[in-house]
DNA sequence: TCTAGTGTATTATTTATATAGTACACTAGA
DNA sequence: TCTAGTGTACTATATAAATAATACACTAGA
């Protein structure tokens, strides 16, 4: 499972990335319980400790809840879950947008860019 | 200059990127001496030894080259530096688009998206 | 009640970055 | 020739992140 991984993100963002990706594609459902520490170290191939840190900031932004002794489990509130979605595709494109500008391209090019680049890829 | 700077990415990344950026808007043309190692230190508050490894992987990425004793300047090869505004825009839209998939968009919508978000920011 | 599976805590070590301070080599120009 | 401004090299230290190993507390279910 190594390849999520780029080299200059901390693993632990990463995977907290991972597992919002799998919340708003629904892979994981409200109150669906998270792989153990220990088994999704075991899984991404790294060390508990790493993985216990992405759960204990998913917990603080209120992603997951922990029950202990049982497990950690995406929250219940779909209302949280949805404006997740919005918030994770407002900040790509956000950034996605002011990337672009700052090597030179207009707001106004950009749809036409992607549609293209996107017809191209197809070919 | 720091909020150039954000908190997960090492700072000679961000320098390179910052220093790519100003060559592709044409802030620094070919041949253009970049500041020296000691100026850029001081004007982003930075460590000297972290901007010489920033422009020690720009030669490496032959972007830039030195003549010792006088300074890092900005390649004479424009193909080269056009290749770069082109590898960074394609790098930019390529991320975009995979990532905006991972969270459950399909391609079809991206350009439509973006249009409406840039219309919408206009308002 | 016991046990296996949970989250959690602690201490030590390693690695990549970043900083700090110093020194050396080269170049242009006064 | 000297000097100020270049890049470059080196050693030491600090910090955040990741790893390693171990231990403790809680819960459900056999």
Redesign the interface.
């Known amino acids: 499972m190594k390849p999520i991984f780029n080299d200059?993100?901390?693993i632990y963002?990463q995977i907290m990335t991972h597992i919002k990706?799998q919340i708003?594609?629904h892979i994981l459902q409200p109150g669906d319980k998270l792989p153990s520490v220990r088994e999704l170290s075991k899984n991404l191939e790294v060390n508990p400790n790493t993985v216990q840190r992405a759960y204990q900031e998913l917990e603080r932004e209120e992603i997951t809840y922990t029950q202990r002794g049982m497990g950690t489990f995406v929250t219940d509130i779909e209302e949280k879950l949805h404006m997740l979605?919005k918030e994770?595709?407002k900040d790509?494109?956000t950034n996605?947008?002011q990337?672009?500008k700052?090597?030179?391209?207009v707001?106004?090019e950009?749809?036409?860019?992607?549609?293209v680049?996107?017809k191209k890829n197809k070919e």
């Open positions: 200059h993100t901390p963002l990706k708003v594609v979605k994770m595709a790509l494109i996605f947008i990337q672009m700052s090597i030179g391209f707001e106004d950009l749809a036409e860019i992607i549609a680049f996107i």
